[in-house]
C-alpha cells in the first residue's frame, strides 16, 4: 500500500487520486481512515451508499 493510500489520498483500491476518495471503508490500525473512491466503495460495500459517496453533479 503507498503512502498516499495511507494517507487518504488515494483510493485504497485502484490507486486513484482523483476524484479524491471520500468514502470511507474501513479503517487502520493506527485509526486513520481507510478511503476509497466512489466506484470501488460501491465493489466493497454491498449496500447502497449513493447518498453518501454523491459527487457534486457535472
Ligand atoms: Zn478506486
Redesign the pocket.
Known amino acids: 500500500m503507498s503512502r498516499a493510500q495511507l494517507e487518504g489520498e488515494a ?6 487520486r482523483w476524484p479524491r ?1 471520500r468514502a470511507r471503508v474501513g479503517r487502520f490500525p493506527d485509526d486513520s481512515p481507510v478511503l ?2 466512489a ?3 460501491e465493489a466493497l460495500t454491498p449496500a447502497p451508499m449513493a447518498t453518501v459517496v454523491a459527487f457534486p453533479s457535472r
Open positions: 483510493c485504497v483500491v485502484c490507486h486513484k476518495p476509497a473512491c466506484d470501488c466503495a
